[in-house]
């Protein structure tokens, strides 16, 4: 009998830590990336925090006349004093270039989009876009 009700303990427990809402487990979802909208890109990605830090897919489109146009995600600490960033370049109109990556600080996430010239100028630099 009490074999019995040892089991029975055993699995309401079990029952009633897998009836969890999902926001009580420690894996985060993944979230999109928006970025500041400029002429000539299209970008998109997403991000996941992680026990590393954030796990980031970006994507840039050049849609435009620049000679390259870029993507990047920019994760620093709290206070700002360090950073880490991944970004994905596509060279030509039409290509599209994507990259994945974790970025070591993630108490802020920020984005921006940039354009280059054939001769390695910088054509436009989008204003940081606040993620969190």
Do not use: E
């Amino acid at each position: 009998m009490l074999r019995r009700l040892s089991v029975i303990a055993a699995c309401a427990a079990m029952l009633a830590l897998s009836a969890l809402p999902a926001a009580a487990t420690t894996h985060s979802s993944t979230h999109k990336l928006a970025f500041p909208s400029h002429s000539g890109i299209s970008a998109w990605g997403t991000y996941k925090l992680t026990s590393k830090g954030i796990y980031v897919n970006i994507c840039s489109k050049d849609t435009g006349s620049a000679f390259a146009v870029g993507a990047v995600a920019v994760g620093t600490n709290s206070s700002g004093s360090r950073s880490g960033n991944l970004g994905a370049v596509a060279m030509g109109h039409g290509t599209t270039q994507c990259r994945f990556g974790t970025i070591r600080y993630s108490s802020h996430l920020k984005t921006y989009l940039i354009g280059y010239t054939s001769h390695g100028t910088i054509a436009f630099k989008t204003s940081l876009k606040k993620i969190f």
